[in-house]
């Protein structure tokens, strides 16, 4: 691993087109022991802090648990800020890490506007920022996420079949998240290309919960009353959908609505699903997308190039999950002291 790594971040070090086109000349001069001396000089005793948008949340903990192990064995300083969903002390947060220069800052934005100013000032200080699954204004050095246009599409058209078949109300209802979040906003445009080419498919409620999973429950309850026939709910992230399900249960509709929901496979969605209470979980796991935010960081470490240099995509691969498929790994165990 520590090998690959190095050779990596050789190549964008120099650039990948120059460093293939040396070929065997620069194969001779980089012998596995100059690679690692390298990358011990460029990564170890380096500093990165994580900045979600709350620590307190599954999915959150599973990034954080994950990179903070792999930061461990790698030897370098690893260090944990939760502004709690508060969005003004994400902001004072950032800024703060700003004046302390950490080496690389890892960056969870709550909507697309809030940080990227800051994101800017932390690149033009020297410090690499790589942004997690919702991307601000501002293209930084990196993102590492989940697609959303392509998983709205991939979710709609999960609906679609599910509620465009004969004998089926075809209505369904929408419930985002923050819908100034990049996420947010790539979902619904990804659903709606989808749902625009399918007329029949009724939209009679369209709603944000903001992750608040109290929020969810209630709105989704108000709509179930009004449209106890409704086929589906489409929902943007498991840990908030889990109140859409409950407010299904409670309504006593449980197996006739049927739930669409995503998430990184933070529990308790896999038990959601094994129950019942979930139709299908479109995962994008969270384990995978913490390897790859470590693996682009160390890149950037070993890259010697000036943060704002590149702007790299690493988009994290779906897995449409339901009852019949679900397994002991689909869904990540998580700490939550």
């Known amino acids: 691993m520590k090998r690959i790594a190095g050779w990596l971040g050789a190549l964008l070090a120099c650039g990948v087109v120059s460093c293939l086109g040396a070929g ?4 001779q001069g980089n012998t596995a022991e100059q690679l690692l001396a390298q990358w011990n000089k460029d990564v170890v005793g380096k500093t990165i802090v994580y900045i979600p948008v709350t620590y307190n949340a599954p999915l959150t903990r599973i990034w954080g648990q994950r990179m903070e192990m792999i930061a461990k064995r790698m030897g370098i300083k690893f260090e944990i800020r939760d502004p709690n969903f508060d969005t003004q002390r994400e902001e004072q947060l950032l800024e703060s890490e700003i004046n302390q220069h950490p080496d690389l800052l890892i960056v969870h934005n709550p909507n697309v506007q809030v940080l990227a100013s800051a994101i800017q000032r932390a690149e033009q200080a020297g410090i690499y920022v790589v942004q997690i699954n919702m991307a601000s204004r501002y293209k930084s050095d990196a993102f590492v996420g989940v697609q959303p246009n392509e998983l709205g599409a991939d979710m709609a ?3 679609v ?3 465009g078949a004969p004998g089926t109300s075809h209505k369904i209802a929408l419930m985002d998240g923050e819908v100034t979040s990049a996420y947010s906003i790539g979902i619904m445009q990804g659903a709606m290309s989808v749902f625009k080419k399918h ?3 009724q939209i009679i409620s369209n709603q944000a919960a903001n992750w608040d999973t109290k929020t969810a429950h209630d709105k989704a309850a108000t709509v179930l009353q009004a449209h106890p026939d409704l086929c589906a709910y489409m929902g943007w992230w498991s840990g908030q959908d889990s109140g859409i399900a409950q407010a299904v249960r409670q309504a006593g509709l449980l197996g006739k609505v049927k739930i669409f929901t995503t998430g990184g496979g933070e529990p308790p969605a896999c038990d959601y699903l094994k129950q019942g209470l ?6 994008y796991p969270a384990t995978l997308q913490a390897d790859q935010m470590m693996a ?5 470490l070993q890259s010697g190039a000036k943060p704002g240099t ?3 995509a690493i988009y994290t691969p779906i897995v449409p999950t339901t009852a019949n498929n679900v397994t002991a790994t689909s869904c990540t165990p998580v700490s939550m002291k």
């Open 296 to 300: 682009v960081s160390e890149m950037l």
């Open 161 to 163: 079949d599910a509620c």
């Open 157 to 159: 058209q999960g609906v």
């Open 310 to 312: 590149f702007h790299v």
């Open 199 to 201: 007329p029949d498919i």
């Open 278 to 283: 979930f139709y299908e979980d479109f995962i």
């Open 24 to 27: 065997t000349a620069a194969a």
